[in-house]
């Protein structure tokens, strides 16, 4: 395997994040963990190879305590793969070659993939038998199939939800708010930034401080957003009511997967459920689309009664 630069080979990358078994691809693509680095992640360096069968995508920081340590690109959440390849095995057997032939880390996290799955078995396999292994903290995602188009999703849920959709659809109707899906060209990406950030000053997020209109998290945003127009991934929804934005929803669709991103709404409309409707509204023009999966990310409540499918990762944790 050779040093390479993911930046500048990007496109290469992401086709091999497409064929890639049981890893959150998304997560995992160039989009998401280059922005990620440039704003959540310390200052790093570059610990990235490419070999006949693959990827390592990592870099190298050194801990406070004085210890060098590797890690994945995107580590705020650990959802990225370090390892990107068709054939785990192939790939495993040319990165612990890299690994073992460096001498400038004690430390390796490799994060994002699945304790039973292909890439971690074949690590297992291929990694000496006197580095000690330990296992981190699991991070579950959520994940709606959409087979059966609208009707198909409709009937896999509670009815509960059902019924408090149809309420909102119906008090939505009642007070004219439409529904906008956006597809942009990249140079007004930052029209459509700004134009999330204006909904996103009106909700509780920003009130609460856990949004993305402030700080690393707006930045993360900022910076992926261009790429997902760029790359034609980008997914925006908007509620309207009297020509103001009053709603917004965020994802991106990697090859048949939907990944949901954020979504926010005016608190002066929160008796309208805009939460519900916009997740409604995106996902009848995924069913258009065609696209088969909707994955709703990390783990709250109420992504619980949105999907049926559970996918769970974990750190491997390796010590020289």
């Known amino acids: 395997m050779q040093p390479v630069d993911l930046a500048a080979h990007a496109d290469d990358f992401d086709r091999e994040i497409a064929v890639t078994p049981a890893i959150d691809r998304f997560c995992s693509s160039s989009a998401w963990i280059l922005s990620a680095s440039a704003a959540l992640m310390p200052p790093r360096a570059a ?35 370090p390892l990107v390849g068709r054939d785990p095995q192939a790939l495993a057997e040319e990165v612990v070659p890299v690994l073992a032939a460096r001498r400038d880390w004690q430390l390796a996290i490799l994060a994002g993939m699945t304790a039973d799955g292909p890439q971690r078995i074949a690590l297992e396999r291929a990694l000496p038998g006197r580095w000690e292994r330990r296992r981190g903290t699991p991070t579950t995602r959520h994940v709606a199939s959409l087979e059966g188009g609208i009707d198909g999703f409709l009937s896999r849920r509670s009815r509960e939800l059902r019924k408090s959709l149809r309420k909102s659809l119906r008090a939505a109707a009642d007070q004219h708010v439409t529904f906008e899906s956006v597809r942009i060209e990249p140079a007004r990406a930052k029209e459509l930034y700004a134009r999330i950030q204006d909904v996103e000053a009106r909700s509780w997020k920003a009130r609460d401080g856990v949004g993305i209109s402030v700080g690393s998290m707006r930045a993360f945003y900022g910076l992926m957003l261009p790429r997902l127009c760029e790359l034609g991934q980008q997914r925006t929804l908007f509620a309207r009511k009297d020509d103001r934005d009053i709603g917004y929803i965020l994802g991106a669709v990697l090859d048949s997967e939907y990944r949901g991103l954020q979504f926010s709404y005016d608190d002066d409309h929160a008796d309208l459920g805009l939460g519900g409707l916009l997740q409604y509204h995106q ?19 109420y992504k619980r009664r949105w999907a049926e499918e559970v996918m769970e990762t974990e750190m491997l944790v390796v010590v020289r």
Do not use: K, N, Q
């Open 47 to 81: 610990f990235s190879f490419r070999g006949e069968h693959g990827f390592l995508a990592a870099a190298r920081g050194v801990h406070p305590a004085g210890f060098p340590y590797i890690e994945p690109i995107e580590l705020a959440w650990g959802l990225a793969s």
């Open 283 to 301: 996902i009848l023009e995924l069913c258009a689309e065609r696209i088969g999966r909707y994955d709703l990310g990390t783990e709250m409540d």
